[in-house]
């Protein structure tokens, strides 16, 4: 074998394309390349939890810091699509929160004819990638590459106040979201151990790194994936713009991990999509899959702001010389405010009582977020993020350039249904009753956004337009489905219909985005056709009771 070939080619060192580097080089038999076009992201930011606020708003080299299209239904705003660049992919980045989603998740793609992706199916491959720090039960594993762990502050008095107020205003308690029962307010749990993040790159990657038969390569920019013959059979990329051109052979297989924005980018390049499409950007069409950038989903969020009557926020403990004292006690002792990433409690919510699992998620943050943290609103205050879990809306991923340095074009179409409006409408008057409890009552302030001039449903509508977002979780654009639907990309393994020695496998492939954070999940795919590709039996299913 030369030294440009290899079995295996993994472009993408994110979330998936981490877990498949370390899992296929676990057989000293292959030879695997890992592409990955960002950095290493050795830096403390990205270590220390609270450097999420840094991370996830400045475009950079931890953050690709796409902006969609002019959105139709948002006030025609170009919204940030934060995503994270190098290793460890947007699990460098990201707020933390370990979530699976709901077991019905699963059992719909099932039902959509999905065989082995069944909530039972999944459990075993989630729980192979755990080490929970409670250990090993029913639906937690231990002794995993990601550590999973509780905030180290849930005993904080504003977080007691959120989990109260929930029950006060009638909701249930759930001691474990990703347990028998997701629904309710409870404790979130994070992948941070020892007040370190646990990305990809940290979990995975580190320990093998220098294992003989992986070989890494960073600031490496995917070209296109050649194909000849109807199978892929290598990669084209480059260390920068203008620079040569390299290739890459792949003996058995091309996996493309690079995140829902960008891995249909790649194919489109490579000539995989809407024949029509590709002609218009001057490629020539190499294989049709219609499909290719459709059915983007991603969970729209609104953020609720107040004030805090008592100084116990994260601006406290930042405000003025605080911040850098925060940073300087983490990088010397590993201790402070920087272990947190200010988010352990939240809930799962119903925004009608008809409903088959929640459709709703809160995220309670200590402190006053507006705006991806861009808007610094220099006060001690908390924050209710209201995000819809089940939008019907679909959006598009596009070409803006056959320049493969380009931003994809990006167009969420968020709210773009009834249904979609008035869940997320319903969840801000959820938010407010419960904030409007007793438990917050030696805390609460004013609330400042939107303010309690925004009443009525006309009012409330115009706020989640002009300031609704993302919260990050973008899948769907290179859908699992069945070789007979036109617009399925791939099929149940990964692999992309209708060609040889390609897979995607990423957020990209799930079908219906899940009711919850997105990273997890994204990682489980990757251990699921691992065994695929390793040609191992898959784990057998587990089934445990969860709440109808």
């Known amino acids: 074998m030369s030294g440009n070939e290899f079995d295996f080619i993994v472009i993408g060192a994110g979330s998936a394309g981490s877990v498949l580097a370390a899992r296929l080089s676990e057989d000293p038999a292959v030879r695997v390349l890992l592409l990955e076009a960002g950095g290493r992201n050795t830096s403390v930011l990205v270590r220390m939890p609270a450097g999420v606020g840094?991370?996830?708003?400045?475009?950079?080299?931890?953050?690709?810091g796409f902006w969609t299209e002019p959105e139709p239904h948002m006030d025609g705003r170009r919204l940030w699509q934060p995503r994270g660049k190098g290793l460890g992919g947007s699990s460098a980045i990201n707020g933390m929160v370990?979530?699976?989603?709901?077991?019905?998740?699963?059992?719909?793609?099932?039902?959509?004819?999905?065989?082995?992706?069944?909530?039972?199916?999944?459990l075993p491959y989630f729980k192979r990638a755990e080490n929970f720090i409670d250990g090993a039960s029913d639906f937690h594993g231990a002794g995993g590459p990601l550590n999973v762990g509780w905030g180290e502050r849930t005993d904080h008095p504003l977080y007691r106040a959120s989990l109260e107020a929930g029950r006060q205003a009638g909701h249930r308690l759930t001691e474990d979201f990703n347990g028998f029962d997701q629904e309710g307010f409870g404790r979130y749990q994070l992948t941070i151990a020892d007040g370190q993040r646990q990305s990809v790159a940290r979990a995975y990657l580190a320990p093998i790194e220098r294992r003989a038969n992986l070989t890494i390569v960073t600031g490496a920019r995917t070209h296109r994936v050649m194909i000849e013959q109807g199978r892929a059979c290598g990669v084209e990329y480059s260390p920068g713009p203008g620079k040569p051109v390299q290739q890459a052979r792949a003996r058995r297989e091309v996996l493309v991990c690079a995140g829902a924005f960008q891995s249909p980018q790649i194919l489109m390049l490579s000539g995989i999509g809407d024949p029509i499409m590709l002609a218009g950007q001057g490629i020539t069409p190499v294989h049709e899959r219609r499909g290719v950038g459709a059915n983007l989903q991603d969970h729209l969020d609104v953020s609720l702001n107040w004030t805090a009557t008592q100084p116990i926020t994260i601006y406290n403990d930042t405000k003025g010389l605080r911040q850098l004292k925060v940073g300087l006690q983490y990088l010397l002792t590993g201790k402070g405010p920087g272990?947190?990433?200010?988010?352990?409690?939240?809930?799962?919510?119903?925004?009608?009582?008809d409903l088959d699992r929640p459709d709703l998620q809160i995220h309670f943050v200590l402190a006053i977020m507006q705006d991806h943290a861009k808007v610094q609103v220099k006060r001690d205050g908390?924050?209710?993020?209201?995000c819809q879990l089940r939008p019907e809306s679909r959006g598009q991923v596009s070409l803006a350039s056959a320049d493969p340095y380009a931003d994809p074009a990006i167009l969420m179409n968020f709210l773009s249904t009834e249904e979609d409006r008035r869940a997320v409408r319903a969840g801000v008057r959820i938010v407010r009753d419960v904030v409007a409890q007793p438990a917050f009552d030696p805390f609460r302030g004013e609330e400042i956004m939107p303010g309690p001039a925004v009443a009525d449903d006309a009012a409330i509508d115009a706020f989640i337009r002009a300031r609704g977002e993302t919260i990050y979780h973008p899948v769907g654009t290179c859908r699992m489905g069945q070789a007979s639907d036109p617009l399925a990309v791939v099929d149940a393994q990964c692999r992309v219909?209708?060609?040889?020695?390609?897979?995607?496998?990423d957020a990209s492939v799930i079908p219906t985005l899940i009711g919850g954070n997105t990273n997890a999940p994204t990682i489980m795919i990757a251990e699921k056709i691992a065994d695929a590709i390793r040609g191992r039996a898959p784990l057998p299913p587990e089934e445990v009771p969860v709440a109808a």
Do not use: C
């Open 54 to 64: 840094t991370l996830i708003k400045a475009k950079g080299k931890h953050n690709w």
């Open 382 to 386: 908390f924050t209710m993020h209201v």
């Open 98 to 122: 370990y979530i699976r989603g709901h077991p019905r998740d699963y059992d719909q793609w099932r039902q959509m004819g999905l065989d082995g992706w069944s909530y039972a199916d999944t």
């Open 339 to 353: 272990r947190q990433n200010g988010l352990e409690t939240g809930a799962f919510l119903k925004s009608r009582a």
């Open 497 to 505: 219909i209708g060609l040889k020695g390609l897979r995607v496998v």
